[in-house]
């Protein structure tokens, strides 16, 4: 075999130069290294191929050096992209971090420093404690509430029986009462010293006042309600609607008894106690109340004159009934804070005084209660058609018998002195401290004629309601439906 000796060199030298510039890559062409801004590549546009990528995998949990914007140093973790892939497509999301920049374009300048920008998404961390500081502020303004209502109400149950109206009495004559007397505001009312009312307002330590302003109003406070009324008993469309208005009133304001004013059975009282006129003058009317009628006699009581065996078919009848109480022709009861005396002006106006005379001056001085009031069936003034005692239905003298008792026993010895006889109401200026009252409208009514100066005054049927909280007296006129007509306190 003759080989030729430039054959020879040919054939060594040959691989030699090919293999450094002539001989293909099994790899691929090689762009200049790039540095991808956005911490991790493309990989749409890249061949699944490349081993460069697994490069881009090992270096992902580098992620944290990305942050110094050192992005030319391929140890923090920024892989290059040995591909053919376009530096404008590689801004997206990085699918290798997760890390998601907002910025849309990247810098590759490495002092840019806003790349660390999606580290500031730590901001969840301040959301927790802004969370947690809400549950505690809830807290402070919730217990706060309980400790403010406690001192407020201890304050409203101190200062409420301290506002009361100025008495009739002591105003002076009639341009002392309220001009439009008709309205329930017509009161003049005052604020007495303020001395009782500044411990319970002081609020430094409520949960302690509350208990005891509330045990002490309870054990010192006596409250009595009740109603008046009288010439009621016709068994009338009239009567029936004062009664039921009484219940409405009684239902909501509340009531413990009745005070019954005489000229209960029309129009000449009854024969016994089994009379039928007790069932439809008295028993049905009421049958919606269930408290006692503390009754006395009126004139139509005795039939018209004296018949005394009318008279005591009434008294008889307290065993019978369950809500009647009258226990004698003239009585006194004790009621709480509130001491009664029944009176019988028939028996007066008839000249039948001396054992009234003799009876009341004693019970009266034996009473110990904070009230005295006086029912009697014939008034001492009146507007009304039968006028004022001692001139009567217009006859000078008639009823001198009553007018004397009241100056002598009762002017400025008693509270109260209410009356009926005459259908309307009446609260009248009287010429000393004893109230003058006129509720005889319980079923039926009559015209106002007379000039005696008044407070208030209606010829309508209705009664009258009373509160007696303490040394405080609250009267309230109201008519046939339960409307308030009007309102008048004093303390005494």
């Given at each position: 075999?003759?080989?030729?000796?430039?054959d020879?060199?040919a054939?060594l030298?040959?691989p030699?130069?090919?293999?450094?510039i002539?001989?293909?890559?099994?790899?691929?062409?090689?762009?200049?290294?790039?540095?991808?801004?956005?911490?991790?590549?493309?990989?749409?546009?890249?061949?699944?191929?490349?081993?460069?990528d697994?490069?881009?995998?090992?270096?992902?949990?580098?992620?944290?050096?990305?942050e110094?914007?050192?992005?030319?140093?391929?140890?923090?973790?920024?892989?290059?992209?040995?591909?053919?892939?376009?530096?404008?497509?590689?801004?997206?999301?990085?699918?290798?971090?997760?890390?998601?920049?907002?910025?849309?374009?990247?810098?590759?300048d490495?002092?840019?420093?806003?790349?660390?920008?999606?580290?500031?998404?730590?901001?969840?961390?301040?959301?927790?404690?802004?969370?947690?500081?809400a549950?505690?502020?809830?807290?402070?303004?919730?217990?706060?509430?309980?400790?403010?209502?406690?001192?407020?109400?201890?304050?409203?149950?101190?200062?409420?029986?301290?506002?009361?109206a100025?008495?009739?009495?002591?105003?002076?004559?009639?341009?002392?009462?309220?001009?439009d007397?008709?309205?329930?505001?017509?009161?003049?009312?005052?604020?007495?010293?303020?001395?009782?009312?500044?411990?319970?307002?002081?609020?430094?330590?409520?949960?302690?006042?509350?208990?005891?302003?509330?045990?002490?109003d309870t054990?010192?406070?006596?409250?009595?309600?009740?109603v008046?009324?009288?010439?009621?008993?016709?068994?009338?469309?009239?009567?029936?609607?004062?009664?039921?208005?009484?219940?409405?009133?009684?239902?909501?304001?509340?009531?413990d008894?009745?005070?019954?004013?005489?000229?209960?059975?029309?129009?000449?009282?009854?024969?016994?106690v089994?009379?039928?006129?007790?069932?439809?003058?008295?028993?049905?009317?009421?049958?919606?109340?269930?408290?006692?009628?503390?009754?006395?006699?009126?004139?139509h009581?005795?039939?018209?004159?004296?018949d005394?065996?009318?008279?005591?078919?009434?008294v008889?009848?307290?065993?019978?009934?369950?809500?009647?109480?009258?226990?004698?022709?003239?009585?006194?009861?004790?009621?709480?804070?509130l001491?009664?005396?029944?009176i019988?002006t028939?028996?007066?106006?008839?000249?039948?005084?001396?054992?009234?005379?003799?009876?009341?001056?004693?019970?009266?001085?034996?009473?110990?209660?904070?009230?005295?009031?006086v029912?009697?069936?014939h008034?001492?003034?009146?507007?009304g058609?039968h006028?004022?005692?001692?001139e009567?239905?217009?006859?000078?003298?008639e009823?001198?018998e009553?007018?004397?008792?009241?100056d002598d026993?009762?002017?400025?010895r008693?509270?109260?002195?209410?009356?009926?006889?005459?259908?309307?109401?009446?609260?009248?200026?009287s010429?000393?401290?004893?109230?003058?009252?006129?509720s005889?409208?319980?079923?039926?009514?009559?015209?106002?004629?007379?000039?005696?100066?008044?407070?208030?005054?209606s010829?309508?049927t209705g009664?009258?309601?009373?509160?007696?909280?303490?040394?405080?007296?609250?009267?309230?006129f109201?008519?046939?439906?339960?409307?308030?007509?009007?309102?008048?306190s004093?303390?005494?």
């Amino acid at each position: 075999m003759n080989v030729r000796l430039s054959d020879l060199a040919a054939s060594l030298l040959l691989p030699l130069i090919g293999g450094c510039i002539g001989a293909p890559d099994p790899i691929g062409p090689v762009d200049p290294p790039r540095v991808n801004a956005a911490v991790g590549d493309d990989t749409s546009e890249t061949d699944e191929t490349d081993e460069t990528d697994e490069t881009d995998e090992t270096d992902e949990p580098e992620e944290t050096d990305t942050e110094t914007g050192e992005s030319g140093d391929t140890d923090t973790g920024v892989s290059t992209d040995t591909g053919e892939t376009d530096v404008s497509t590689e801004t997206g999301v990085s699918t290798e971090t997760g890390v998601s920049i907002d910025t849309g374009e990247i810098d590759t300048d490495p002092s840019d420093d806003t790349a660390v920008a999606p580290d500031t998404a730590v901001a969840p961390d301040t959301a927790v404690s802004i969370d947690t500081a809400a549950p505690d502020t809830a807290v402070l303004i919730d217990t706060a509430p309980p400790d403010t209502a406690v001192s407020i109400d201890t304050g409203a149950r101190d200062i409420e029986p301290d506002v009361v109206a100025t008495p009739p009495e002591d105003t002076g004559g009639a341009d002392a009462h309220p001009p439009d007397s008709a309205s329930p505001d017509s009161a003049t009312f005052e604020i007495e010293a303020p001395g009782e009312t500044s411990a319970p307002l002081d609020t430094s330590d409520t949960s302690d006042t509350a208990a005891p302003v509330d045990t002490a109003d309870t054990a010192t406070t006596s409250v009595t309600r009740f109603v008046a009324l009288g010439d009621a008993g016709n068994g009338g469309p009239g009567q029936q609607a004062v009664a039921d208005a009484i219940a409405v009133v009684c239902a909501a304001q509340g009531c413990d008894f009745a005070l019954y004013l005489g000229d209960n059975i029309y129009p000449s009282g009854v024969t016994s106690v089994i009379d039928p006129q007790w069932v439809d003058k008295f028993e049905t009317p009421y049958a919606a109340l269930s408290f006692d009628f503390y009754a006395i006699l009126g004139n139509h009581d005795y039939g018209g004159g004296f018949d005394t065996a009318r008279a005591q078919a009434q008294v008889d009848y307290s065993a019978t009934s369950t809500k009647w109480v009258m226990p004698d022709t003239f009585w006194s009861q004790t009621l709480g804070d509130l001491t009664l005396f029944g009176i019988d002006t028939q028996a007066l106006t008839t000249g039948f005084t001396a054992d009234q005379e003799a009876w009341f001056p004693v019970e009266l001085a034996a009473s110990t209660t904070t009230w005295n009031f006086v029912l009697g069936h014939h008034p001492y003034l009146s507007n009304g058609p039968h006028g004022n005692a001692g001139e009567y239905d217009g006859r000078l003298g008639e009823g001198t018998e009553v007018q004397s008792f009241f100056d002598d026993h009762m002017c400025d010895r008693v509270d109260v002195f209410l009356s009926g006889h005459d259908h309307s109401l009446q609260w009248l200026e009287s010429p000393c401290d004893t109230q003058l009252i006129v509720s005889g409208g319980g079923g039926s009514a009559s015209i106002l004629v007379g000039d005696n100066p008044t407070f208030y005054e209606s010829d309508q049927t209705g009664f009258l309601w009373v509160e007696l909280d303490g040394n405080t007296f609250t009267g309230v006129f109201y008519d046939h439906v339960g409307a308030e007509l009007y309102r008048y306190s004093y303390t005494k």
